[in-house]
């Protein structure tokens, strides 16, 4: 009788061990597919893109136009934009703030545009020093219902002779500068 007693301990100790093994490999499992569910559902959300350069004119006054394509696999809804446009030395007010809103909804590969005009008499006789022009976009993912944002920071140096200089991107190490000047003009809406 005790030789089976034996016997029952290990079998049970074995079907045990063996059940906690299947838990533990369960749980990973789910963790796991939670987790891969979790990062497409992420890969699949709204993001937009310049389609083309931003384009320049610099007539009467001067217009910045930004097209962006929402190259995420969602739509964007409650799309808002802050443009700030200053000069890169950081020492003057900001030259423009300017607050746009989309009504529509922007789906997957769908453009949208943003047209900046700023209207002075400095724009038309002389070179034009080089500005910083920051762009935070605000959106509502509806199938999540997560808001994101997204800032661009780019850089236009200006007019040279009288001609129309591109816009660039703004190289890493001049971020800090840009954050604590938004900071200190207040022009932050949320951390970025």
């Known amino acids: ?7 029952h301990n290990w079998s049970s100790t074995i079907v045990t061990i063996s059940t906690a093994i299947f838990a533990f490999v369960s749980l990973v499992s789910v963790f796991i597919s939670v987790t891969t569910w979790q990062t497409q559902r992420e890969a ?3 993001y937009f ?17 930004f097209k962006f394509n929402n190259v995420g ?10 443009t700030i446009v200053f000069y890169e030395n950081v020492q ?3 030259i423009l703030v300017d607050d746009y809103t989309v009504v529509n909804d922007i789906p ?5 545009s943003l047209l900046l005009s700023i209207k002075s008499s400095d724009f038309l006789h002389a070179d034009i020093n080089p500005q910083f022009v920051i762009i935070c976009l605000n959106y509502i993912d509806p199938i999540t219902r997560k808001l994101y944002t997204q800032t661009i920071y ?28 938004l900071k ?5 809406k949320s951390k970025n």
Do not use: C
Not at 49 to 65: R, W, Y
Not at 73 to 82: D, E, G, L, V
Not at 184 to 188: A, C, D, G, V
């Open 1 to 7: 009788m005790s030789w089976d007693l034996k016997n």
């Open 44 to 46: 699949a959300r709204p």
């Open 49 to 65: 893109t310049f389609k083309e350069s931003p384009s320049i004119h610099l007539k009467d006054e001067l217009s910045l136009e």
């Open 73 to 82: 696999t969602h739509p964007a809804t409650n799309f808002s934009s802050r």
């Open 92 to 94: 003057q007010e900001p």
């Open 108 to 112: 997957r590969d769908t453009t949208t």
């Open 154 to 181: 780019t850089k236009w140096a200006g007019v040279i002779a009288q001609n129309p200089q591109p816009l660039i991107h703004v190289e890493a190490g001049e971020k800090e500068k840009i954050l604590n000047y």
């Open 184 to 188: 200190s003009h207040h022009l932050l």
